[in-house]
């Protein structure tokens, strides 16, 4: 074998193990760290490994300079550390942006997160009822700064959106609480499976899914 016919082995074998790298690294909506998908037939843990593997999702709060009307805003979030959720959904947000004016003026929310940004959903459209959505309704509270709970909570959101930490400051960012109240979760045909907060918050659900 010739030098020539060498160096393009090597390259071509270089190039299958960037390829691999990258792939195997961008499977998954943040990595390797997703969980294993959990049986649709067991509601509660659907719905806590749905929160607890999503980063994202959108937020609909009530807008009354829109005369009522619902408006929807990307946020990011986390019910915890890694492995460690809580089920629970905390917020970092600002009053410059209208979803915390809206929520401080109403409290009544939802939050939508969608299975299709955890890759697991394969080639179906995001719509397709086998690719699996959680809507949580409640109100949006702002938790009391400096307290055990808001230091948990900055320490959830940092370990999973850490540029969080450099947003700007006289911003004033702060640390914002789902309550929920209600669940509609959809994972299959035949409509919403039956879920109650009860239910999703069960001890045996806590989300350290190990």
């Not at 300079?65 to 970092?92: K, M, N």
Request: with cysteine; glycine share 8%.
């Amino acid at each position: 074998m010739d030098q020539f016919t060498i160096r393009n082995v090597k390259s071509v074998v270089n190039l299958m193990c960037f390829v691999l790298i990258i792939r195997g690294g961008s499977a998954h909506g943040h990595g390797s760290k997703s969980h294993h998908r959990p049986n649709r037939s067991n509601a509660p843990s659907f719905a806590r490994w749905l929160v607890a593997e999503n980063t994202w999702g959108v937020m609909s709060t009530i807008a009354n300079d829109l005369s009522g009307a619902p408006f929807g805003d990307v946020v990011s979030y986390s019910d915890g550390r890694p492995y460690h959720g809580t089920g629970i959904p905390y917020f970092y947000l600002t009053t410059l942006d209208p979803t915390a004016r809206y929520a401080l003026e109403d409290q009544r929310t939802s939050f939508t997160i969608s299975e299709y940004p955890l890759g697991t959903c394969g080639r179906i459209d995001p719509e397709n009822p086998t690719c699996s959505k959680l809507t949580l309704t409640g109100k949006l509270n702002e938790v009391e700064a400096g307290s055990e709970e808001a230091i948990m909570a900055k320490k959830a959101l940092f370990s999973k959106h850490a540029e969080m930490r450099n947003w700007p400051k006289d911003h004033s960012f702060k640390v914002y609480r789902l309550d929920i109240e209600e669940l509609f979760l959809i994972d299959f045909y035949g409509g919403p499976k039956p879920l109650t907060v009860d239910q999703y918050f069960l001890p045996k659900n806590e989300g350290r899914l190990e």
